[in-house]
T-cell receptor
Framework: DTAVSQTPKYLVTQMGNDKSIKCEQN?????MYWYKQDSKKFLKIMFS???????INETVPNRFSPKSPDKAHLNLHINSLELGDSAVYFC??????????????FGPGTRLTVL | AQKVTQAQTEISVVEKEDVTLDCVYE???????LFWYKQPPSGELVFLIR??????QNEISGRYSWNFQKSTSSFNFTITASQVVDSAVYFC????????????????FGTGTQLKVEL
Protein backbone atom coordinates (compact mmCIF):
# COMPACT_ATOMS: atom_id res chain seq x y z
CA ASP A 1 0.00 0.00 0.00
CA THR A 2 2.50 2.56 -1.27
CA ALA A 3 1.53 6.12 -0.44
CA VAL A 4 3.14 7.91 -3.39
CA SER A 5 4.20 5.80 -6.34
CA GLN A 6 6.04 6.67 -9.50
CA THR A 7 6.63 4.77 -12.71
CA PRO A 8 9.07 4.01 -14.10
CA LYS A 9 11.80 3.91 -11.47
CA TYR A 10 14.51 4.10 -14.12
CA LEU A 11 14.27 5.64 -17.56
CA VAL A 12 17.09 5.59 -20.08
CA THR A 13 16.47 7.28 -23.39
CA GLN A 14 18.10 9.05 -26.31
CA MET A 15 18.33 12.79 -26.80
CA GLY A 16 15.36 14.18 -28.68
CA ASN A 17 12.88 11.58 -27.49
CA ASP A 18 9.64 12.31 -25.64
CA LYS A 19 8.95 10.52 -22.38
CA SER A 20 6.45 10.53 -19.53
CA ILE A 21 6.70 9.80 -15.83
CA LYS A 22 3.57 8.86 -13.94
CA CYS A 23 2.75 9.59 -10.31
CA GLU A 24 -0.10 8.42 -8.14
CA GLN A 25 -0.89 9.00 -4.49
CA ASN A 26 -3.41 7.11 -2.36
CA UNK A 27 -3.24 9.42 0.65
CA UNK A 28 -6.29 11.44 -0.33
CA UNK A 29 -4.16 14.59 -0.58
CA UNK A 30 -5.30 17.51 -2.68
CA UNK A 31 -1.91 18.86 -3.73
CA MET A 32 0.84 17.22 -5.75
CA TYR A 33 4.29 18.35 -6.79
CA TRP A 34 7.20 17.57 -9.07
CA TYR A 35 10.75 18.18 -7.91
CA LYS A 36 14.01 17.71 -9.76
CA GLN A 37 17.18 16.50 -8.01
CA ASP A 38 20.35 17.11 -9.96
CA SER A 39 23.63 15.24 -9.84
CA LYS A 40 24.77 17.34 -6.87
CA LYS A 41 21.65 16.30 -4.95
CA PHE A 42 20.12 19.77 -5.16
CA LEU A 43 16.32 19.58 -4.97
CA LYS A 44 14.19 22.15 -6.72
CA ILE A 45 10.47 22.39 -7.22
CA MET A 46 9.16 22.37 -10.77
CA PHE A 47 5.36 22.29 -10.56
CA SER A 48 2.49 21.97 -8.15
CA UNK A 49 -1.16 21.15 -8.68
CA UNK A 50 -3.99 21.62 -6.23
CA UNK A 51 -7.19 19.77 -7.08
CA UNK A 52 -6.08 19.45 -10.71
CA UNK A 53 -5.29 23.15 -10.97
CA UNK A 54 -1.74 24.37 -11.66
CA UNK A 55 -0.65 26.57 -8.75
CA ILE A 56 3.14 26.58 -8.94
CA ASN A 57 5.11 26.78 -12.16
CA GLU A 58 8.77 27.51 -11.60
CA THR A 59 11.12 28.52 -14.36
CA VAL A 60 11.01 25.27 -16.26
CA PRO A 61 11.46 24.87 -20.04
CA ASN A 62 8.26 24.53 -22.04
CA ARG A 63 9.38 21.04 -22.98
CA PHE A 64 8.14 19.97 -19.53
CA SER A 65 4.39 19.68 -19.25
CA PRO A 66 2.59 18.38 -16.20
CA LYS A 67 -0.86 16.87 -16.46
CA SER A 68 -3.26 16.10 -13.64
CA PRO A 69 -6.23 13.98 -14.77
CA ASP A 70 -7.53 13.87 -11.20
CA LYS A 71 -6.24 14.90 -7.80
CA ALA A 72 -4.63 11.50 -7.18
CA HIS A 73 -2.46 11.65 -10.29
CA LEU A 74 0.15 14.05 -11.58
CA ASN A 75 2.10 13.01 -14.64
CA LEU A 76 5.12 14.69 -16.17
CA HIS A 77 5.68 14.70 -19.89
CA ILE A 78 8.99 15.80 -21.33
CA ASN A 79 9.45 16.61 -25.02
CA SER A 80 12.71 16.67 -26.95
CA LEU A 81 14.83 15.39 -24.12
CA GLU A 82 18.25 16.96 -23.62
CA LEU A 83 21.36 15.74 -21.84
CA GLY A 84 20.78 18.29 -19.08
CA ASP A 85 17.44 16.71 -18.25
CA SER A 86 19.25 13.75 -16.70
CA ALA A 87 18.29 13.82 -13.02
CA VAL A 88 16.10 12.16 -10.45
CA TYR A 89 12.52 13.38 -10.57
CA PHE A 90 10.46 13.17 -7.40
CA CYS A 91 6.74 13.38 -7.13
CA UNK A 92 5.26 14.46 -3.79
CA UNK A 93 1.87 15.10 -2.26
CA UNK A 94 0.45 16.93 0.72
CA UNK A 95 -2.86 18.03 2.15
CA UNK A 96 -2.90 21.80 2.01
CA UNK A 97 -5.06 24.43 3.57
CA UNK A 98 -4.87 28.18 3.26
CA UNK A 99 -3.13 28.51 6.61
CA UNK A 100 -1.37 25.19 6.83
CA UNK A 101 2.00 24.04 5.59
CA UNK A 102 1.85 20.31 5.88
CA UNK A 103 4.65 17.90 5.23
CA UNK A 104 5.06 16.62 1.73
CA UNK A 105 5.33 12.89 1.17
CA PHE A 106 7.66 11.89 -1.61
CA GLY A 107 7.59 9.09 -4.12
CA PRO A 108 10.62 6.84 -4.64
CA GLY A 109 11.94 8.95 -7.50
CA THR A 110 12.50 8.29 -11.20
CA ARG A 111 16.10 8.32 -12.38
CA LEU A 112 16.12 9.71 -15.90
CA THR A 113 19.25 9.25 -17.99
CA VAL A 114 19.45 10.94 -21.37
CA LEU A 115 22.16 9.58 -23.68
CA ALA B 1 13.54 35.14 -1.94
CA GLN B 2 13.74 32.38 0.57
CA LYS B 3 17.01 30.63 1.20
CA VAL B 4 18.23 27.67 3.22
CA THR B 5 21.90 27.18 3.97
CA GLN B 6 23.45 23.94 5.11
CA ALA B 7 27.09 24.89 5.35
CA GLN B 8 28.30 21.40 6.22
CA THR B 9 28.64 19.48 2.99
CA GLU B 10 29.86 16.27 4.56
CA ILE B 11 30.34 15.06 8.12
CA SER B 12 32.02 11.83 9.17
CA VAL B 13 31.66 10.44 12.67
CA VAL B 14 32.35 7.21 14.45
CA GLU B 15 29.39 5.23 15.68
CA LYS B 16 27.98 6.35 19.05
CA GLU B 17 29.24 9.89 18.61
CA ASP B 18 26.74 12.75 18.75
CA VAL B 19 26.49 14.90 15.66
CA THR B 20 24.74 18.19 14.91
CA LEU B 21 23.65 19.22 11.44
CA ASP B 22 23.30 22.95 10.97
CA CYS B 23 20.58 24.76 9.08
CA VAL B 24 20.22 28.51 8.65
CA TYR B 25 17.34 30.05 6.77
CA GLU B 26 16.22 33.38 5.34
CA UNK B 27 12.65 34.46 4.82
CA UNK B 28 10.52 37.59 4.87
CA UNK B 29 7.41 35.63 5.84
CA UNK B 30 6.19 35.89 9.41
CA UNK B 31 4.50 32.52 9.14
CA UNK B 32 6.59 29.71 7.82
CA UNK B 33 7.43 26.10 8.47
CA LEU B 34 10.73 24.31 8.61
CA PHE B 35 11.32 20.68 7.79
CA TRP B 36 14.02 18.05 7.88
CA TYR B 37 14.13 15.18 5.41
CA LYS B 38 16.46 12.20 5.27
CA GLN B 39 17.67 10.65 2.02
CA PRO B 40 19.35 7.30 2.67
CA PRO B 41 21.54 5.62 0.02
CA SER B 42 18.44 3.92 -1.38
CA GLY B 43 17.34 7.33 -2.59
CA GLU B 44 13.90 7.95 -1.14
CA LEU B 45 13.11 11.12 0.80
CA VAL B 46 11.87 10.47 4.31
CA PHE B 47 10.07 13.16 6.30
CA LEU B 48 11.51 13.65 9.79
CA ILE B 49 9.98 16.76 11.33
CA ARG B 50 7.90 19.87 10.73
CA UNK B 51 8.15 22.97 12.89
CA UNK B 52 6.14 26.18 12.59
CA UNK B 53 7.59 29.63 13.10
CA UNK B 54 5.57 30.27 16.25
CA UNK B 55 6.76 27.24 18.13
CA UNK B 56 10.32 27.56 19.37
CA GLN B 57 10.21 24.62 21.71
CA ASN B 58 12.89 22.08 21.12
CA GLU B 59 11.72 18.66 20.09
CA ILE B 60 13.11 15.25 20.87
CA SER B 61 12.19 12.01 19.15
CA GLY B 62 14.27 9.09 20.30
CA ARG B 63 17.88 9.79 19.35
CA TYR B 64 16.85 12.79 17.25
CA SER B 65 16.43 16.31 18.56
CA TRP B 66 15.86 19.67 16.95
CA ASN B 67 16.78 23.13 18.15
CA PHE B 68 14.82 25.98 16.58
CA GLN B 69 16.15 29.47 17.32
CA LYS B 70 14.28 32.26 15.62
CA SER B 71 16.76 34.88 16.85
CA THR B 72 19.53 33.29 14.79
CA SER B 73 17.25 31.88 12.03
CA SER B 74 18.54 28.41 12.70
CA PHE B 75 16.95 24.99 12.91
CA ASN B 76 19.65 22.53 13.87
CA PHE B 77 19.33 18.77 14.04
CA THR B 78 21.22 16.58 16.49
CA ILE B 79 21.59 12.84 16.36
CA THR B 80 22.65 11.33 19.67
CA ALA B 81 24.66 8.11 19.75
CA SER B 82 24.82 7.89 15.97
CA GLN B 83 24.48 4.57 14.23
CA VAL B 84 25.60 3.32 10.83
CA VAL B 85 21.96 3.34 9.70
CA ASP B 86 21.95 7.11 10.19
CA SER B 87 24.28 7.45 7.21
CA ALA B 88 22.35 9.51 4.69
CA VAL B 89 21.98 12.95 3.18
CA TYR B 90 19.91 15.20 5.40
CA PHE B 91 18.00 18.12 3.95
CA CYS B 92 16.62 21.12 5.75
CA UNK B 93 13.73 22.83 3.97
CA UNK B 94 11.66 25.98 4.34
CA UNK B 95 8.06 26.30 3.27
CA UNK B 96 6.74 29.45 1.72
CA UNK B 97 3.31 30.38 0.52
CA UNK B 98 3.64 30.68 -3.19
CA UNK B 99 1.89 29.92 -6.38
CA UNK B 100 -0.34 31.49 -8.94
CA UNK B 101 -3.30 31.72 -6.60
CA UNK B 102 -1.38 32.06 -3.35
CA UNK B 103 -2.44 28.62 -2.24
CA UNK B 104 0.71 26.74 -3.03
CA UNK B 105 3.21 25.43 -0.52
CA UNK B 106 6.69 25.48 -2.01
CA UNK B 107 9.56 23.80 -0.26
CA UNK B 108 12.95 25.47 -0.62
CA PHE B 109 15.64 22.94 0.18
CA GLY B 110 19.15 23.41 1.44
CA THR B 111 21.96 21.70 -0.40
CA GLY B 112 22.02 18.83 2.07
CA THR B 113 24.58 17.43 4.48
CA GLN B 114 26.04 14.02 3.77
CA LEU B 115 26.44 12.19 7.08
CA LYS B 116 28.71 9.17 7.19
CA VAL B 117 28.71 7.06 10.33
CA GLU B 118 31.50 4.53 10.52
CA LEU B 119 32.14 1.64 12.84
Amino acid sequence: DTAVSQTPKYLVTQMGNDKSIKCEQNLGHDTMYWYKQDSKKFLKIMFSYNNKELIINETVPNRFSPKSPDKAHLNLHINSLELGDSAVYFCASSQEGWNSYNEQFFGPGTRLTVL
Amino acid sequence: AQKVTQAQTEISVVEKEDVTLDCVYETRDTTYYLFWYKQPPSGELVFLIRRNSFDEQNEISGRYSWNFQKSTSSFNFTITASQVVDSAVYFCALSERSGLTGGGNKLTFGTGTQLKVEL
